[in-house]
């Protein structure tokens, strides 16, 4: 019998304190950087952002969602057999953010990684786990992503600091007679890395370069808003299904007019894009999970549903994953 992996659980999490564009844009006036909540709505779609406190990490976020992914799975944390977590924002250069996670959730053994693909990493990951699972490695994977970026991010850059937000999603990702994830299309091209990056390192005891993101904007919007389109065309033709079959379009939560676009492109209504990008801002490998458990539990996605995930961003990095829910 052909094995196959579906979603049964998801959850998500943010850090309580939340901040409008306004409230955002009063606290950078403070430092001399001028923004409003205006140009960011008109601009990016997004109204409000939440920031983790000092010291809550990657893995406290994920631990919540992990959590509630775990519970509306109908599972305890110590049936999960691989854990992956996409993230950029780990806790520390090592060990992974999974190995920590695993321990918080109170287990032990199973398989724990890393996965780093910046926004796009939770396609990834989810497409890693399904493998795995199909291939036998796996039977119940917990696949979160999780960031904290308003820790890279240089408040004193207006282009950049009111983009991003803190959080975590998360799903159980199980072994399973019927399909589950019908197609995944993964790609990078790695000739622009200068585009969107953390170009700092550690090197003997200290930071070397900015440990500060940086973004050429323009140039990361043009190359999404193409790479989305032909990455869904692609899972589609690996499915044998068409644009008519997506229930559900999920993209990475980085800015409306991407998202409107990518719609459009694949002649979807807007009633069909899910939007969260206005409420958490970009939350980077978090923001695919948070936008589908969001969906979910507002009731929205429904069992049986065709969802097309898809994630774009550093490396640079995109693809899409096509699902039965
Ligand atoms: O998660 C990874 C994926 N990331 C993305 O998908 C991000 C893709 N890029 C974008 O979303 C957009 O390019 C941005 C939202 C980053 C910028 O929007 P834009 O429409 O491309 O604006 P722009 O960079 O062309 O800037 C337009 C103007 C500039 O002023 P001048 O030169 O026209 O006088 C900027 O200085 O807007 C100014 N500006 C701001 N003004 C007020 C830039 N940031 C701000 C700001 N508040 N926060």
Request: proline content about 3%.
């Given at each position: ?50 920031f983790a406190?000092?010291?809550v990490t990657s893995?406290?976020l ?27 924002t ?56 999780a960031e904290v970026f308003s820790r890279i ?13 803190d ?159």
């Amino acid at each position: 019998m052909t094995r196959y992996s579906r979603i049964t659980g998801t959850g998500s999490y943010l850090p309580p304190h939340r901040l409008t564009n306004a409230e955002l844009a009063t606290e950078l006036a403070s430092k001399g950087v001028e923004t409003s909540d205006e140009w960011i709505v008109e601009r990016t779609g997004i109204r409000a952002r939440h920031f983790a406190a000092p010291g809550v990490t990657s893995s406290d976020l994920g631990l919540e969602a992990a959590r509630h992914a775990i519970e509306a799975a109908g599972l305890q944390a110590a049936d999960i057999d691989l854990i992956i977590v996409a993230t950029s924002t780990p806790d520390m250069v090592f060990p992974s953010v999974a190995c920590i996670l695993q321990h918080k959730l109170g287990i032990a053994g199973c398989a724990a990684f890393d996965l780093q693909a910046v926004c796009s990493g939770f396609v990834y990951a989810l497409t890693v786990a399904d493998a795995m699972i199909k291939s036998g490695a796996a039977t119940k994977a917990l696949v979160v992503g999780a960031e904290v970026f308003s820790r890279i991010l240089d408040f004193s850059d207006r282009t950049t600091c009111v983009l991003f937000g803190d959080g975590a999603g998360a799903v159980v990702l199980e072994a399973s007679e019927t399909p589950g994830i019908l197609a995944s299309d993964l790609h990078a091209d790695g000739k622009h890395v200068g585009i969107l990056c953390v170009p700092g390192n550690v090197s003997g005891g200290q930071v070397l370069g900015s440990a500060l993101l940086t973004m050429d904007g323009q140039a990361v919007f043009k190359l999404a808003v193409g790479v989305l389109e032909s990455a869904a065309r692609a899972a589609l033709a690996k499915a044998d299904m068409v644009e008519a079959d997506i229930d559900w379009l999920i993209p990475h939560q980085a800015n409306l007019r991407i998202m409107h676009s990518t719609a459009r492109k694949l002649k979807l209504p807007l009633d069909k894009l899910i939007v969260t990008v206005d409420q958490h801002g970009n939350t980077s490998a978090a923001s695919i999970p948070l936008a589908l458990d969001a969906a979910v539990r507002e009731g929205k996605i429904k069992k049986g549903d065709i969802l097309m995930l898809e994630g774009v961003g550093g490396g640079f990095t995109w693809g899409a994953v096509l699902l039965r829910y």
